[in-house]
């Protein structure tokens, strides 16, 4: 037995003896139908074998220039967000019970699992003030993609998906993706670039018989509060549209549940409920409706029920319910093809509300709130800085304008200085101007805002001298 390297199984004698068994001369033969230009006619330039110290002194020398992600010095967000995490949140969602549980979602799974799981729905819904949610989705922006597909099926023959023009990208992305293949037109409804409210004569105009739903952001992407959810609920309704919001957990300890305002389908981003930020995740698709079981047969995931027996002592006994997935149904009638779903996450953020609960919840709200007012304040004091730059009332996050440096110059100009500064928007939304989205959550303390703000101004009076 001949090995070139001692890592790869297969031998020189085990490549012929397959290579005789499916007819072919070499390994070039298999790759005929690519074009001769597009192959490399030579080794790659890779380095010799090292020992097993020469490489984890190189794996070392790599993670070396990792910075470490601290609070203070990061104020990105856009999706994903830095939050404290009680030390008994991963102490009781990474239990083994929960851990090594295979395929948490199907049939046969513990009793345990899905009571969890019914906890974890319970717990959105009550919070969301909607009727159920499922357990649950990839991220927020496959769950907005399966909103839209749900609000074309409930009605029937509409076509159209309208969303505000100033939403995260990469859910943008992701919903046309989804749309696509279903015949759905997604378009965007205008928002006021200085308020950063939604235009409600742009909405009204594009309202028909074709709006399938309408979506909305609150707080919006640029972290701004809509304050005419009720408006926008009567038109959507009155055109006989579903309303759609998306919304931000954490920030319904102050702002108004969608629910509450008429919302027929909610979804939101699960990661700021107890899960780190790794790599940009993981992520939780947090997905609920209102309606009775015929809309709620429409929803996609999988749904954990409750039941009792007829007679004392009156056993409860949970099971997956009202989930016409792929693997029960036909499959051309399955709401979705989701086949996965994010139960360990969901587990986690059960955890993560059950210790918050609802005092804490508005205690969470309104820090957050007075922490990312008092960034947008000083830094609007800064001469040629615009905060927040859209919009009066934000929660969070928010846009700044810079008007005589370019938004780059500036992100990189911190990153300098160890801070990263934002999420930039120019790209995006030009109409903008040169602007960053910035992030401000509990875990940014008044020394560490003033530090960034500073950081800020000494950059640009350095470009000025």
Known sequence: ???????????????????????????????????????????????????????????????????????????????????????????????????????????????????????????LAEILQIDVVNSSMYDMASALGEAARMASRIKRKCARFLVPHYMNPNHLTVLETYCESADIEVEKVKQDPRSGLLMLDDLESKLDDDVAGVYIENPSYLGVIEEQVDQINRLVHDAGSLLVAGVDVLSLGLIRPPGDYGADIVIAEGQPLGS??????????????KGGTRVIRQMPGRLVGLTRTKEEPYERGYVLTLVPREQHIRREKATSNICSNQALMAVTAAVYLSLLTPSGLEQMSKTIAYKSMYAAKKLNELDGVVAPAAGSSIWKEFAVRFEDTPAQEIREG??????????????SFPDLGESLLVCVTELHEKQEIDKFVQSVEEHLTKEVE
């Open 414 to 427: 911190l990153l300098d200085r160890g801070i990263h500064a934002g999420t930039i928007l120019s790209d």
């Open 276 to 289: 780190p930020v790794s790599c940009g995740g993981p992520l939780l698709g947090i997905f609920g409706c």
């Open 1 to 123: 037995m001949k090995r070139k390297h001692p890592y790869l199984p297969i031998t020189t004698e085990n490549k012929k003896e397959m290579l005789e068994s499916i007819g072919a001369e070499n390994i070039e033969s298999l790759f005929s139908d690519i074009p001769e230009k597009f192959r490399l006619d030579k080794e790659l330039d890779l380095p010799t074998s090292h020992t097993e110290e020469e490489v984890s002194r190189r794996l070392k020398a790599l993670a070396s220039k990792n910075v470490e992600l601290t609070a203070g010095k990061n104020f990105l967000g856009a999706g994903v967000d830095m939050h404290y995490i009680p030390a008994a949140v991963p102490a009781l969602a990474n239990r083994s019970e929960f851990v090594t549980s295979y395929t948490s979602y199907q049939a046969e799974v513990s009793q345990g699992m899905l009571q969890t799981l019914f906890e974890y729905q319970s717990l």
